[in-house]
């Protein structure tokens, strides 16, 4: 089965902790995204990776870092300089940057108290 | 950043009832996406619009890219308790390197 997969589903962190949210892709997919979403809102993009090694930033930048060694993998650090970091994570791929449809995986929920 | 006004923002109707809803913008966008996401999961696409004046559908949904290219437009015949959801619009813009847009989506809620 093809598809995008982020783990873990749920995750809680004391503040002040850095942590890593995972997302694999067996799609061949070559771009990649992370979106963050709060409760009754719309989603807005962290980051973009549009082929190995690269990556650039998005709407919501700061606080978070990611790498692409793999192009399977795009994993998302949440770092302590995120003010807010409690929020629902999307990941999503797409074939390659020239095409508009993206394709989410399950989200984790982020929690940091 | 480009805007995206999506309404209404939540709905309550009977099963068996038609939805409409509609994505806004004071942009014009190249594409036109609509996603479904239930609660706790992922969006799942449901339609993609690539020209204006395009009507596309897909089982129970009709989606179609308006003229203007700055607004599109999403319904659902005969809604069943499974439509459920968070419905998402996003917009497709080749001058922001092929970024999407997302509305604040429209909250379905169907009564048996």
């Known amino acids: 089965d093809g598809g995008i997969t982020q783990s873990p589903k749920y995750l809680f962190r004391k503040e002040g902790q850095n942590v890593t949210l995972s997302c694999e892709q067996n799609l061949n997919h070559d771009a990649m995204y992370w979106y963050r979403q709060d409760p009754g809102q719309g989603l807005r993009l962290i980051y973009y990776?549009?082929?190995?090694?690269?990556?650039q930033k998005g709407d919501i930048a700061e606080g978070y870092s990611v790498s692409r060694e793999k192009k399977e993998s795009f994993p998302l650090t949440v770092t302590s300089a995120q003010k807010n970091p409690t929020a629902f994570y999307l990941c999503?791929?797409?074939?390659?940057?020239?095409?508009?449809?993206?394709?989410f995986g399950p989200g984790t929920r982020l929690t940091v108290t | 950043g480009q805007q995206l006004n999506q309404s209404p923002q939540s709905m309550f109707i009977q099963e068996g009832e038609d939805v409409s809803m509609n994505c806004t913008s004071s942009?014009?966008?190249?594409?036109w996406l609509w996603y479904k996401q239930d609660p706790g999961e992922g969006p799942v696409l449901l339609i993609a619009l690539y020209k204006a004046g395009e009507l596309t559908s897909n089982g129970r949904l009709t989606a179609q890219f308006g003229i203007t290219r700055k607004d599109s437009f999403l319904n659902i015949s005969a809604s069943i308790p499974s439509d459920v959801g968070i419905y998402f619009c996003?917009?497709?813009?080749?001058?922001?390197?092929?970024?999407?847009?997302f509305g604040g989506g429209t909250r379905l809620m169907v009564k048996p």
């Open positions: 990776s549009q082929i190995v090694n690269d990556f």
């Open positions: 996003a917009g497709g813009d080749n001058n922001a390197g092929n970024m999407l847009t």
């Open positions: 942009s014009i966008f190249n594409t």
């Open positions: 999503a791929s797409s074939i390659d940057s020239n095409s508009y449809e993206q394709y």
